[in-house]
């Protein structure tokens, strides 16, 4: 499958083990397509774009529209209402809205295997793992560099990655 960002030059991809990896999260034990499998790009930036408006009408209740303090108010009810939500459902509004939720990888393949199957419960992200995924996408660098799972740097800083529900 030809990707944007590489060509028959960059290879096959190579897991940290050295092993090819037929698909994205083959070695996290992730299914390749369906509920369980890590989401796409878009799919993470239309949930971000969902938070981020839900975020902004939030902010409206607090400050006016015209505020110079506006954008820091629609990025402290962001990091809040994400810290928040993650912490206790796994999902932010946005996420929920587009079939997609944060689930912990450090775990395991089996563990993950399991999951996405739903032979156990999902494992919660807990408050320090949701806390560092925010402070890093709060610079926005390391959500846009992405290793050969497609996982973000905040994700792979906190053993964590965003996969489907549905």
């Given amino acids: 499958m030809g990707r944007a960002t590489g060509s028959w030059l960059s ?33 993470r930036t239309a949930a971000l774009l969902v938070d981020w408006l839900l975020a902004g009408g939030i902010s409206l209740l607090f400050v006016s529209f015209g505020s110079p303090t506006l954008g820091t108010t629609v990025l402290g009810v962001w990091f809040v209402l994400g810290v928040v939500a993650v912490t206790f459902f796994g999902f932010t509004p946005g996420q929920f809205a587009l079939g997609l939720r944060v689930a912990r990888v450090d775990f395991g393949p089996d563990r993950a295997e399991a999951e996405a199957t739903g032979k156990v419960p999902f494992a919660a ?35 964590t990655a965003l996969v489907r529900t549905r």
């Fill in 11 to 43: 290879g096959p991809p190579v897991g940290p083990s050295g092993a090819d990896v037929e698909y994205r999260g083959q070695d996290l034990g992730l299914p390749e397509s369906g509920p369980g499998a890590l989401a796409g790009g878009w799919q």
């Fill in 125 to 159: 992200v807990g408050i320090l793992r949701t806390l560092g995924r925010q402070v890093l996408i709060v610079f926005l660098v390391p959500a846009v560099i992405n290793d050969y799972n497609g996982r973000a740097m905040h994700d792979r800083a906190t053993g």
